[in-house]
């Protein structure tokens, strides 16, 4: 028995449920514009004319018919996403690589430079404070429940990076904002790029299912508003969710720290600390 999370539950319910206002609105417009053509045409008793005394405008019957074409499009779509999700309610697809016919940021490795809220709100953690800073008008955007990490932060900075001796270093090999940006995060021997990545309730083209992580029998999504999966043609399959290496690599003049063994812990590879930099994961 799989249980599914709150945010899983709330990124679902709202996948479904988007367009329902639009169906309604435009069921409401066709109605009302089908009424009043019927008004006109009663009052020109039932005549059409194109006549410059008649009331009866060719173009309000244009606008009706072409409000209810809309409607019908929406309202196909709405039930049939419905009726599919309803067939997959509570199933959940492990995805075991990248090819495949859905692509979404989860099921794409973790990088670096990530900050939790949780981790925001540490004593002494001015990252948040940065990042509103930089972004005055709409305050910071959590990307996949993240933001970036300051470097001049004393919590959660290059130099608090750097401080952490080899064993606290390990202990938190898993956090993202070790680590640059293009570093990808260290995985566990047994471990696959995507282990743990998987899309609920999965139905197709018709429903592409919500991306939700995979602990035990427990099942969430990273946010309530993370978006259903996106599609791909036959010919983008096997190609977007390849990961390439980077094409820069750290700077020469940042300097070399340290190289931390992460095997102690379970995770492959090995730790690059840089003077002036966040740490580089290398196999």
């Given at each position: 028995?799989?249980?599914?999370?709150?945010?899983?539950?709330?990124?679902?319910?709202?996948?479904?449920?988007?367009?329902?206002?639009?169906?309604?609105?435009?069921?409401?417009?066709?109605?009302?514009?089908?009424?009043?053509?019927?008004?006109?045409?009663?009052?020109?008793?039932?005549?059409?004319?194109?006549?410059?005394?008649?009331?009866?405008?060719?173009s309000t019957a244009t606008a009706a018919?072409?409000?209810?074409?809309?409607?019908?499009?929406?309202?196909?779509?709405?039930?049939?996403?419905?009726?599919?999700?309803?067939?997959?309610?509570?199933?959940?697809?492990?995805?075991?690589?990248?090819?495949?016919?859905?692509?979404?940021?989860?099921?794409?490795?973790?990088?670096?430079?990530?900050?939790?809220?949780?981790?925001?709100?540490?004593?002494?953690?001015?990252?948040?404070?940065?990042?509103?800073?930089?972004?005055?008008?709409?305050?910071?955007?959590?990307?996949?429940?993240?933001?970036?990490?300051?470097?001049?932060?004393?919590?959660?900075?290059?130099?608090?990076?750097?401080?952490?001796?080899?064993?606290?270093?390990?202990?938190?090999?898993?956090?993202?904002?070790?680590?640059?940006?293009?570093?990808?995060?260290?995985?566990?021997?047994?471990?696959?790029?995507?282990?743990?990545?998987?899309?609920?309730?999965?139905?197709?083209?018709?429903?592409?299912?919500?991306?939700?992580?995979?602990?035990?029998?427990?099942?969430?999504?990273?946010?309530?508003?993370?978006?259903?999966?996106?599609?791909?043609?036959?010919?983008?399959?096997?190609?977007?969710?390849?990961?390439?290496?980077?094409?820069?690599?750290?700077?020469?003049?940042?300097?070399?720290?340290?190289?931390?063994?992460?095997?102690?812990?379970?995770?492959?590879?090995?730790a690059i600390r840089y003077r002036h930099?966040?740490?580089?994961?290398?196999?």
């Amino acid at each position: 028995m799989v249980h599914v999370g709150s945010k899983a539950l709330a990124a679902e319910h709202r996948a479904l449920t988007r367009g329902r206002g639009v169906m309604t609105a435009l069921t409401v417009v066709s109605l009302l514009l089908w009424a009043a053509f019927t008004m006109q045409l009663a009052n020109g008793g039932g005549r059409i004319t194109l006549a410059q005394e008649t009331i009866f405008a060719p173009s309000t019957a244009t606008a009706a018919a072409i409000a209810t074409m809309l409607t019908v499009l929406w309202t196909v779509q709405y039930w049939s996403r419905s009726w599919a999700h309803r067939r997959l309610s509570g199933t959940v697809w492990q995805i075991p690589g990248s090819d495949g016919p859905v692509w979404t940021a989860n099921l794409v490795r973790s990088y670096g430079e990530g900050l939790t809220r949780r981790d925001s709100e540490t004593l002494g953690c001015i990252c948040l404070e940065e990042a509103e800073r930089h972004d005055m008008d709409e305050g910071p955007e959590w990307t996949a429940g993240t933001i970036s990490a300051d470097d001049y932060c004393p919590v959660h900075g290059i130099d608090a990076v750097n401080a952490l001796d080899h064993g606290a270093f390990r202990d938190l090999a898993r956090a993202n904002w070790l680590w640059d940006a293009s570093s990808a995060l260290p995985q566990r021997e047994a471990d696959t790029p995507y282990s743990g990545a998987a899309l609920l309730a999965f139905a197709g083209h018709a429903f592409r299912g919500i991306p939700v992580f995979m602990e035990a029998n427990n099942v969430d999504a990273v946010s309530r508003f993370v978006e259903p999966a996106v599609e791909l043609t036959r010919e983008e399959r096997g190609g977007p969710l390849q990961w390439i290496e980077p094409e820069f690599l750290p700077p020469a003049e940042h300097g070399v720290l340290d190289v931390i063994d992460l095997a102690p812990v379970g995770l492959a590879g090995s730790a690059i600390r840089y003077r002036h930099g966040r740490a580089w994961h290398r196999l």
